[in-house]
């Protein structure tokens, strides 16, 4: 059977509130060359890039022929918000005859130009000033097969839809002067990118909660108002329950008081640890699901993010966003495991969806050499190895830099393979933190209630830390609190305590890192039927590159109009399954 692949491109015009204009009132591109898109995991930057043609400079200025009678004129780029007409979001200007017009004398409805009195006779004596693409704005690129666009129903429209993103500058591109390049980031990189605090709430802590606070902070700030992320509070989380019924892709309980918000999430049954998509409410009771994995009476289940158990004191200021969630996403502060998480843009409910999921072990497919795939790159990576790393604590409270070396002599074979950690800088700070917020009175303070100083009081000795003592190779003693009589002690047990947190979260690095992983690019036919869900483990059997029945997690996907890159790599540690 012919397979026809489609793309489509759409620009949501940025107005003068930070917010973006309607996806149905967007402009849709036309001719776009060398469209490509890059969905990734973590850390790792969404993006996308093509070329614009941009003939006669259209992309910029387009121009019509008055003749005294007609005052309307379609525009040939549009449709234009009408927040950019006039006012202070002005971004489209109109001149006759070189002259420019005042507002008053035009109107613009959609993309339609009309004039209250017809322009003279004159051939392209009418210029409009557009910028088509401008930085700031948001793109949207939809990949599918066979049908036209507008032949899509709802669900298939949310699957074509591979990535929304902002535009950095639009550029000339290098392949010719009637072309404009446009290159741009996911929200993963334009919002997180934001310097952030995480605080230590009132009464026990976790990751996911740490995580929520970050991104409350972000949702807070000035010019945040049109990219809000979805998950900043307990109630966007996640929600819980456990199934009452059983039916094919169907999820059922009936105190699950299912509305809209689910519609597009993830959902994990945490009794057999599969996870799906929601792709309808069909009642406060039921739920569509797109894999079949609630087949059992009373399986428990989330809707949304992981939840983590492992208590945990946090707190980090004057760091990226990202940085804070990619070190709460460890397993020193998860206790299970390292979680991935990534940003989605959500079609069901216009919003832009946080995702910070366990990872799970279940694979989802199988990829044979020979038969699903066309072009094949595999090799072990050692660019990633790590076993030494330089970390930073902080300052100890008398100002001494707390940095130190974690090295492991069995990891060999590399060479030494260096890294210097700055994650850890907030060590010091967070333990003094911590000591005044569990008793305030212990402490001098500010005259807004801040602390004030790195020591306690002088009456307040002798002082008894919120931490169980160590001894001078860091070994702690269960159930017994450190204590200091001066403030010289005061300084040494906190240097001590910072240092060696530090140590064991450079421990988790090496850990992680200290083995060549398998990493695999496969190139796989666009008339595929297999669905490749992000974070997920596939079994891959490449016999001629040296893997066998492997498993390999799924971490990036480039997509062209002609071809679909999927990107492996083995996890920090082995799977065992």
Same mark, same amino acid.
């Given at each position: 059977?012919?397979?026809?692949?489609?793309?489509?491109?759409?620009?949501?015009?940025?107005?003068?509130?930070?917010?973006?204009?309607?996806?149905?009132?967007?402009?849709?591109?036309?001719?776009?060359?060398?469209?490509?898109i890059?969905?990734?995991?973590?850390?790792?930057?969404?993006?996308?890039?093509?070329?614009?043609?941009?003939?006669?400079?259209?992309?910029?200025?387009?121009?019509?022929?008055?003749?005294?009678?007609?005052?309307?004129?379609t525009?040939?780029?549009?449709?234009?918000?009408?927040d950019?007409?006039?006012?202070?979001g002005?971004?489209?200007?109109?001149?006759?005859?070189?002259?420019?017009?005042?507002?008053?004398?035009?109107?613009?409805?959609?993309?339609?130009?009309?004039?209250?009195?017809?322009?003279?006779t004159?051939?392209?004596?009418?210029?409009?000033?557009?910028?088509?693409?401008?930085?700031g704005?948001?793109l949207?690129?939809?990949?599918?097969?066979?049908?036209?666009?507008?032949?899509?129903n709802?669900?298939d429209?949310?699957n074509?839809?591979?990535?929304?993103?902002?535009?950095?500058?639009?550029?000339?591109?290098?392949?010719?002067?009637?072309?404009?390049?446009?290159?741009?980031?996911?929200l993963?990189?334009?919002?997180?990118?934001?310097?952030?605090?995480?605080?230590?709430?009132?009464g026990?802590?976790?990751?996911?909660?740490a995580?929520?606070?970050?991104?409350?902070?972000?949702?807070?700030?000035?010019?945040?108002?049109?990219?809000?992320?979805?998950g900043?509070?307990?109630?966007?989380?996640?929600?819980?329950?456990?199934?009452?019924?059983?039916?094919t892709?169907?999820?059922?309980?009936?105190?699950?008081?299912?509305n809209?918000?689910?519609?597009?999430?993830v959902?994990?049954?945490?009794?057999?640890?599969?996870r799906t998509?929601?792709?309808?409410?069909?009642?406060?009771?039921?739920?569509?699901?797109?894999? +079949?994995?609630?087949?059992? =009476?009373?399986? *428990?289940?989330?809707?949304?993010?992981?939840?983590?158990? $492992?208590?945990? !004191? &946090?707190?980090?200021?004057?760091?990226?966003?990202?940085?804070?969630?990619?070190?709460?996403?460890?397993?020193?502060?998860?206790?299970?495991g390292?979680?991935?998480?990534?940003?989605?843009?959500?079609?069901?409910?216009d919003?832009y969806?946080?995702?910070?999921?366990?990872?799970?072990n279940?694979?989802?497919?199988?990829?044979?050499?020979?038969?699903?795939?066309?072009?094949?790159?595999?090799?072990?990576?050692?660019?990633?190895?790590?076993?030494?790393?330089?970390?930073?604590?902080?300052?100890?409270?008398?100002?001494?830099?707390?940095?130190?070396?974690?090295?492991?002599?069995?990891?060999?074979?590399f060479?030494?393979?260096?890294?210097?950690?700055?994650?850890?800088s907030?060590?010091?700070t967070?333990?003094?933190?911590a000591?005044?917020?569990? +008793?305030?009175?212990?402490? =001098?303070?500010? *005259?807004?209630?801040?602390?004030?100083?790195?020591?306690? $009081?002088?009456? !307040? &000795?002798?002082?008894?830390?919120?931490f169980?003592?160590?001894?001078?190779?860091?070994?702690?003693?269960?159930?017994?609190?450190?204590?200091?009589?001066?403030?010289?002690?005061?300084?040494?047990?906190?240097?001590?305590?910072?240092?060696?947190?530090?140590?064991?979260?450079?421990?988790?690095?090496?850990?992680?890192?200290?083995?060549?992983?398998?990493?695999?690019?496969?190139?796989?036919p666009?008339?595929?039927?297999?669905?490749?869900?992000?974070?997920?483990?596939?079994?891959?059997?490449?016999?001629?590159?040296?893997?066998?029945?492997?498993?390999?997690r799924?971490?990036e996907?480039?997509?062209?109009?002609?071809?679909?890159?999927?990107?492996?790599?083995?996890?920090?540690?082995?799977?065992?399954?």
């Open positions: 059977m012919v397979v026809y692949n489609h793309q489509r491109v759409l620009v949501r015009k940025k107005l003068s509130d930070n917010t973006w204009v309607a996806p149905e009132n967007a402009i849709v591109m036309k001719d776009v060359v060398g469209l490509k890059n969905n990734n995991i973590g850390k790792r930057r969404d993006t996308f890039s093509f070329d614009a043609r941009n003939h006669n400079n259209r992309l910029h200025e387009t121009f019509y022929s008055g003749d005294g009678t007609i005052h309307d004129f525009l040939s780029e549009g449709p234009i918000p009408s950019l007409v006039s006012g202070k002005q971004k489209v200007y109109v001149y006759i005859s070189g002259v420019l017009q005042a507002t008053s004398t035009y109107t613009i409805s959609g993309s339609t130009l009309s004039f209250t009195s017809a322009p003279a004159g051939d392209r004596n009418i210029r409009v000033v557009f910028p088509v693409l401008s930085t704005d948001l949207r690129v939809y990949f599918w097969k066979n049908n036209d666009f507008s032949g899509l709802t669900l429209q949310r074509a839809l591979f990535i929304e993103g902002t535009i950095i500058e639009p550029k000339l591109s290098k392949n010719g002067k009637n072309k404009i390049n446009v290159r741009g980031f996911g993963i990189d334009t919002i997180f990118s934001g310097t952030a605090f995480s605080k230590n709430p009132t026990t802590n976790y990751s996911h909660l995580i929520q606070g970050v991104l409350s902070f972000l949702n807070n700030l000035g010019g945040n108002e049109g990219r809000q992320i979805y900043a509070n307990p109630e966007e989380w996640s929600k819980t329950g456990t199934t009452t019924g059983v039916t892709n169907k999820l059922i309980d009936s105190a699950g008081g299912f809209s918000e689910v519609l597009g999430r959902v994990t049954n945490s009794t057999d640890g599969t998509r929601i792709t309808n409410v069909d009642s406060g009771s039921i739920l569509t699901v797109s894999e +079949d994995i609630f087949k059992t =009476n009373g399986d *428990s289940y989330y809707i949304g993010n992981s939840k983590t158990t $492992k208590e945990i !004191s &946090y707190n980090s200021k004057y760091r990226t966003a990202i940085e804070i969630i990619e070190e709460l996403s460890r397993n020193s502060k998860t206790g299970d390292q979680y991935i998480y990534w940003v989605e843009y959500n079609t069901d409910n919003r969806d946080f995702i910070w999921l366990k990872r799970l279940n694979i989802i497919d199988t990829l044979t050499e020979g038969s699903d795939m066309n072009h094949i790159n595999v090799r072990r990576a050692v660019d990633d190895v790590v076993n030494a790393v330089i970390f930073n604590a902080g300052n100890a409270p008398n100002g001494t830099p707390i940095e130190g070396l974690n090295f492991n002599p069995n990891i060999v074979g060479g030494v393979r260096w890294r210097y950690v700055s994650a850890t907030g060590k010091s967070a333990l003094l933190d000591e005044f917020q569990a +008793d305030k009175t212990l402490w =001098n303070q500010t *005259s807004d209630g801040q602390r004030d100083g790195n020591y306690p $009081k002088s009456s !307040s &000795y002798p002082y008894t830390f919120t169980d003592t160590r001894d001078s190779n860091g070994i702690i003693t269960v159930g017994t609190k450190a204590t200091a009589s001066t403030d010289s002690e005061f300084n040494d047990v906190i240097y001590t305590e910072a240092y060696y947190q530090a140590k064991e979260d450079t421990n988790d690095i090496i850990q992680l890192f200290s083995n060549p992983r398998y990493k695999a690019d496969l190139e796989i666009t008339s595929t039927t297999k669905s490749f869900p992000l974070g997920e483990v596939f079994t891959l059997d490449i016999p001629s590159f040296g893997l066998n029945s492997s498993k390999l799924l971490i996907i480039e997509r062209t109009i002609n071809k679909i890159i999927v990107k492996f790599e083995e996890d920090e540690e082995t799977l065992e399954l």
